[in-house]
Nanobody, 121 residues
Framework: QVQLVESGGGLVQAGGSLRLSCAAS????????MGWYRQTPGKQRDLVAT????????NYADAVKGRFTISRDNAKNTVYLQMNSLKPEDTAVYYC??????????????WGQGTQVTVSS
């Protein structure tokens, strides 16, 4: 019923930039908060950034503050993560998370398939 498609990951040198996108499609009635998380092998999935329904409120992990920017386009049901000044420790699989309501449903969390970001030193 709902598909989340992520794109934009890849290999970049330290100091470089990448922009991740996550587009949602399907029987979507409304999308509440959107966010990005990341995970490295053997570790838990950690919050990177979140953005409120209207984009008026954002929240960032301390490790990415000042370097990453989350944004959203409600007309396209898409959330973005602009990542600048990338560091090797940013290497991880990045997942988008959308809290959304499908037609005749209730708000639930949906996850993207994950996209690999690798930062070389």
């Amino acid at each position: 019923q709902v598909q989340l498609v992520e794109s934009g990951g890849g290999l970049v040198q330290a100091g470089g930039s990448l922009r991740l996108s996550c587009a949602a499609s399907g029987s979507i009635f409304s999308i509440n908060a959107m966010g990005w998380y990341r995970q490295t092998p053997g570790k838990q999935r950690d919050l990177v950034a979140t953005i409120s329904f209207n984009g008026g409120a954002t929240n960032y992990a301390d490790a990415v503050k000042g370097r990453f920017t989350i944004s959203r386009d409600n007309a396209k049901n898409t959330v973005y993560l602009q990542m600048n000044s990338l560091k090797p420790e940013d290497t991880a699989v990045y997942y988008c998370n959308l809290n959304l309501k499908i037609l005749f449903g209730r708000y639930s969390d949906y996850w993207g398939q994950g996209t690999q970001v690798t930062v070389s030193s």
